[in-house]
């Protein structure tokens, strides 16, 4: 059964205090691994697609990158403004559904 | 351009009543998505239309979940019956052909009291 699993639950930074968020996944034949940013009483925003193990993205103080269990989301000198959840998604098989994991709950303190 | 819209925002209901909830999907995205977000819980897949046509609905959870997108646009989704455990965030999602990143709507809070 396809999965994803994303650690911590939460983190509280300080600003410019820089992190990484994790998401671990298994699937069959992987098409894609998404990350969205969830504000509070809002729908998930697009962030980034990755492919293929070994790619990279970069969207301001945030990196993407992947491997073939995992991807992480790179936050640098982050900023109160960054706060809110962060989902990874894949979409797997045959089918274009996304399965997401249950996000992280990132604070940046300023 | 505009993104995804969805009517109501908030909708409070009682048990056992029928409900509608209506997508307006980005203009010229062919793929649409339902899904459900419970709280604490990331978005769970519901339906995905192909055009007009369903093309996976394996994420309904039983025959009182029903969706439907006559013109290959607009989505609406009908919960008959209503139970206490329905209430949730439905979030739609429209892609350009499926293939691409699904671009969400900000969503319909239901709440069957």
Do not use: M
């Not at chain 1, 098409?31 to 970069?58: H, I, V």
């Not at chain 1, 962060?86 to 992280?104: D, E, M, P, Q």
């Not at chain 2, 604490?40 to 959870?61: H, R």
């Amino acid at each position: 059964e396809d999965q994803v699993t994303q650690s911590p639950e939460a983190l509280r930074l300080q600003e410019g205090e820089s992190s990484s968020l994790n998401c671990s996944y298994t699937v069959s034949g992987l098409r894609g691994l998404f990350w969205y940013r969830q504000d509070p009483g809002k729908g998930p925003e697009f962030l980034f697609t990755l492919y293929s193990a070994g790619e990279e993205k970069e969207k301001e103080r945030l990196k993407a990158t992947l491997t073939k269990k995992e991807s992480f989301l790179h936050i640098t000198a982050p900023k109160p403004e960054d706060s809110a959840t962060y989902l990874c998604a894949v979409r797997s098989g045959a089918t274009n559904k996304l399965i997401f994991g249950t996000g992280t709950l990132l604070a940046v303190q300023p | 351009g505009a993104g995804v819209s969805q009517t109501p925002s908030n909708k409070v209901t009682e048990k056992g009543k029928y409900v509608e909830l209506r997508c307006d999907p980005i203009s010229g995205h062919t793929a649409l998505y339902w899904y459900r977000q419970s709280l604490g819980q990331g978005p769970e897949f519901l339906i995905y239309f192909q055009g007009t046509g369903a093309a996976d609905d394996s994420g309904l959870p039983n025959d009182r979940f029903f969706a439907v997108r006559p013109e290959g646009s607009v989505s609406t989704l009908k919960i008959q019956r209503t139970e206490r455990g329905d209430s949730a965030v439905y979030l739609c999602a429209s892609s350009f052909d499926g293939s691409g990143e699904q671009y969400f709507g900000p969503g319909t809070r239901l709440t069957v009291t």
